[in-house]
C-alpha cells in the first residue's frame, strides 16, 4: 500500500489531488482495466491513492459528469455499464452534432472542400498510418497503440466538426471526449488498425459529396458492431 501523500484539503491541494485520482481512475476505465459495472469505492481509492475520501469523492463526481461512471441511490458509484441504450443514445447525439457539422460544411464550400478544411482530418489518418506501420514493425498490436488510436480517432472526428466552425456544436462535441473513448475500447475488438484507417479514410473522401449521409452510415456501422456484441 502506498504511503499517503500530504493532502491538507486547501482548495489549490484539493484540485491537484482531484485531477490527478481522476486521471487515474479515468485511464483505468479506458483501458479497461476497471470493466463496465465495476463500483468505485471511496475507502479503496482513498487507500491507494493516499487521499481523503473527500478529494476521491470530488474525482469521483468528475467522472460521473464526463459519463464515464453512474451514481445510483444504494449503489455508490460505478463504471458506466455502456449497454445498448448507452451506446445507441451516444451514436444518435454525435449523429446529431457531426451530421450537422458537415452539412454547415457543404453549405459554405460545396462539393469540393479547401485543402486547409481537410487538413486536419488527413493529418490524424496520418498518425494512425504511423502508428500502424510502427505495430506492423513489431508483429503487435498492444494495448498502447490502441489507447493512442482511440485518442487519433477522436481527434479525426473532432477534426470533422470543427470543420463547421459552430461554436456551440464545437463545445457539444468536445463535451463528448471520454464517452467516445470509452465507445472505441468497446468496440475495438471489431478492428484491426489498418481496418480502423480504412474505415476512416473512406469516410474522409466521401464527406465533401455525400455528406451527412456518410456521417450517418459510419455511425450506424459501427453502433451495429458493438449491439451486435
Request: aromatic residues 4%.
Amino acid at each position: 500500500m502506498p504511503t499517503p501523500a500530504h493532502d491538507p484539503g486547501l482548495p489549490a491541494s484539493t484540485g491537484t489531488s482531484v485531477d490527478r485520482v481522476a486521471a487515474l481512475v479515468r485511464a483505468d476505465i479506458l483501458s479497461g482495466v476497471l470493466p463496465p459495472d465495476t463500483p468505485l469505492r471511496e475507502e479503496a481509492a482513498s487507500e491507494q491513492y493516499g487521499v481523503s475520501r473527500h478529494t476521491v469523492r470530488a474525482a469521483f463526481q468528475r467522472l460521473v459528469a464526463e459519463r464515464l461512471a453512474v451514481a445510483e441511490a444504494y449503489r455508490g458509484v460505478r463504471v458506466t455499464s455502456f449497454d445498448r441504450a448507452q451506446v445507441i443514445a451516444l451514436q444518435q447525439l454525435r449523429a446529431a452534432l457531426e451530421v450537422e457539422a458537415v452539412r454547415i460544411v457543404g453549405e459554405r464550400y460545396g462539393e469540393v472542400w479547401p485543402d486547409p478544411v481537410l487538413a486536419p482530418a488527413r493529418d490524424a489518418l496520418a498518425r494512425l498510418d504511423s502508428l500502424a506501420r510502427d505495430a506492423s514493425a513489431t508483429d503487435d498490436e498492444d494495448d498502447d497503440d490502441w489507447l493512442e488510436a482511440e485518442r487519433i480517432h477522436a481527434d479525426f472526428h473532432r477534426a470533422i466538426v470543427a470543420a463547421s466552425a459552430s461554436p456551440r456544436i464545437i463545445e457539444a462535441h468536445s463535451a463528448l471526449g471520454s464517452e467516445l473513448l470509452l465507445f472505441l475500447l468497446h468496440v475495438r475488438p471489431h478492428y484491426t488498425l489498418e481496418s480502423l484507417i480504412e474505415e476512416h479514410r473512406a469516410l474522409l473522401d466521401e464527406l465533401p459529396t455525400r455528406g451527412g449521409e456518410a456521417v450517418r452510415e459510419h455511425l450506424e456501422h459501427s453502433t451495429r458492431l458493438l449491439i451486435g456484441a
